[in-house]
């Protein structure tokens, strides 16, 4: 079975611009998970979606970071524009329950802004 | 205080040691999951437990519900288990998890 891909897995960016993450779950999995790991930290969720519907996005700092899932599948997370302190490594995971169950994570993009 | 507490922050050890991480917390879960990470950032599953105890090859996992508290043993250590360890808990009330910071174990040759 395929796992969580997520692309590209590192990325170096200027203050300002803008960024896109994608990921892809593992077939069948309803449940898609972005998370925020700043360096030293644990992951912080930034957005859960079931199917391609939002179901918990309170963390995600909307005036510069939107995502979707439009077809249920596969999502992009974006960052428009980026700041210093988002350097981090944003981890999606996808689970084939809607809550509760084992979440099975990507490698990661590790971004970091100059 | 943070939801999810983890202890210690840093452990190294001796090759062949037995190690325990702890980890407490403070909400009520539906369940509580053990995730190894390694440099790289690349996070992997190693249990899901919401009581007793669970056992994959050296790595024992146990829960005490009442205590809110549960322990991430790795009995004869080797040097490819150093990786950070990541204690997450799946709160009754929705499902997202959160998560400790991490305990960075380095095992030693």
């Known amino acids: 079975e395929a796992g969580v891909a997520q692309s590209p897995r590192y990325k170096i960016i200027e203050k300002r611009q803008s960024v896109a993450f994608w990921c892809n779950p593992i077939?069948?999995?309803?449940?898609l998970y972005w998370y925020q790991q700043i360096l030293g930290q644990g992951p912080k969720l930034l957005i859960q979606f079931q199917n391609n519907g939002v179901v918990d996005d309170s963390q995600l700092p909307k005036d510069r970071f939107s995502a979707e899932r439009l077809k249920g599948v596969d999502s992009t997370l974006k960052i428009q524009p980026a700041k210093l302190e988002d350097s981090a490594v944003y981890l999606c995971a996808s689970s084939p329950l809607p809550r509760g169950g084992e979440q099975y994570f990507g490698p990661g993009t590790r971004l970091t802004v100059t | 205080k943070n939801e999810v507490e983890q202890s210690p922050q840093n452990l190294t050890a001796q090759e062949g040691e037995f190690i325990t991480i702890n980890c407490s917390y403070s909400v009520g879960i539906s369940a509580l999951h053990w995730l190894q990470q390694h440099p790289g950032g690349g996070i992997v599953s190693l249990f899901m437990l919401s009581s007793g105890k669970k056992k994959h090859g050296r790595l024992i996992a146990t829960i005490n519900i009442q205590e809110k508290h549960s322990s991430l043993h790795i009995t004869a250590s080797h040097p490819r288990d150093s990786a950070v360890y990541i204690c997450?808990?799946?709160?009754?009330?929705?499902?997202?998890?959160?998560f400790g910071e991490g305990t960075q174990l380095t095992v030693n040759p």
């Open positions: 997450a808990v799946a709160v009754t009330s929705g499902s997202r998890l959160t």
């Open positions: 077939s069948g999995h309803a449940t």
